[in-house]
């Protein structure tokens, strides 16, 4: 068991990562209150809810089971959590837990930041994205019709508990999808990671537990020193969306037919042609993405049926663009990773055109 920790600004908290199976005597005990919520999907409640109940023997437990997916990641998802929430009776010193992948992780955390303005909770992650990623460092939200993860709040759990074992029954397309946010960590900062990723890529693939271990605790690791230093995106955490307004905009026009992580693997592609596009990185830098996702299986070339157009209107309506301008994150290099204003929508339209299927690379 490796246990790092999380500091922000008025509060501390672990990240464990843990190789067992199910470590349920760690998540008894976190819990920082006797009467607890469950929150899950309905892929992962079957798997792992019962043991766990099971296991918090004298405490009050509840369950909210909602339905898995990127299109059940919404307000009425959310409203399901509060009216359990409610019919029970839960208050301000009660305690919720996310056990689930990434989308479970944000709509429990913004459940409990709503919640009475806020109330504890913890992060029990199944999936590799939500380990390596979404479970860590306090954003929380659900989707809007207009766009991904428009509506939310900044919301820190009480802890991260992780064990790898949960990843056995993951289905490989969606253990895939979370090398693509991996791979985000080696362009914004960390150019030996790309090494490493690239060196240990069949170990990651066959579910090597110490090649999982480092890739989790690493990418943990990596995500908690830039919240650490800017924890409401104030600065330099921007730099984590690199190749997310493209994949988000990706979402949205799909109606989301990539998974979250496969849209971040062609956003990560499309920044790097856009950095190399504007002259910021050498050509061989969109090279060096498409290869290792492409080692991951996952997409690195759009269809022809999303045009430039379709995605660059939904990108327009992303957070992260400011007063009508886009503000993206590029790349000088590998681990280069900066944050570039007004960047001009010709560009980023021969960019996503650029990165089409049957396009020469
Ligand atoms: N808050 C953040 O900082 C942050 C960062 C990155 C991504 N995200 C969000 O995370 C979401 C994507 O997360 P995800 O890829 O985990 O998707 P997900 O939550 O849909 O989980 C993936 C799928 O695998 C299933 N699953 C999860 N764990 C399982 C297990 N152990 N065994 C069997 N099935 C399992 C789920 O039911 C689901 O069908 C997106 O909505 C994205 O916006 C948030």
Known sequence: MQTLSLNIPGKQY?????????????????????????????????????????????????????????????IQSWQMILDA??????????????????????????????WMRGVDFVQVPTSLLAQIDASVGGKTGVNHTAGKNLIGAFHQPQAVLINIATLQTLPPREFNAG????????????????????DNRLAIKQQDQKALQHLISECCGFKAEIVRDDEKEQGVR???NLGHTFAHAIENVSDYHYLHGEAVALGLVMAADLSVRLGHAEPGLKAQFIELIAAFDLPHALPNKYTAEQIIHAMRLDKKAQSGQHRLILMRGMGQAFIAADVPEDVIAESIDACREGVEK
Not at 28 to 37: E, Y
Not at 39 to 63: C, I, K, M, T
Not at 187 to 198: A, K
């Open 179 to 198: 090398i693509g946010e991996a791979i985000k960590y080696a362009g914004i900062n960390q150019p030996d990671f790309y090494g490493w990723l690239h």
């Open 85 to 114: 929430l409610a019919k029970q009776g839960f208050n301000r010193s009660d305690v919720l837990v996310a056990v689930g992948g990434g989308i479970v992780c944000d709509i429990t955390g913004f459940a409990a930041a709503s």
């Open 238 to 240: 921007a730099l984590l």
């Open 14 to 74: 672990p990240i464990v990562i843990d190789q067992q199976a199910f470590n349920f005597a760690e998540i008894r005990s976190r819990l920082t209150a006797q009467k607890v919520m469950l929150v899950s999907d309905e892929n992962v409640a079957p798997l792992y809810l019962e043991p766990l109940r099971a296991e918090l023997d004298g405490f009050e437990v509840h369950e909210c089971v909602i339905a898995a997916g990127e299109n059940h990641k919404n």
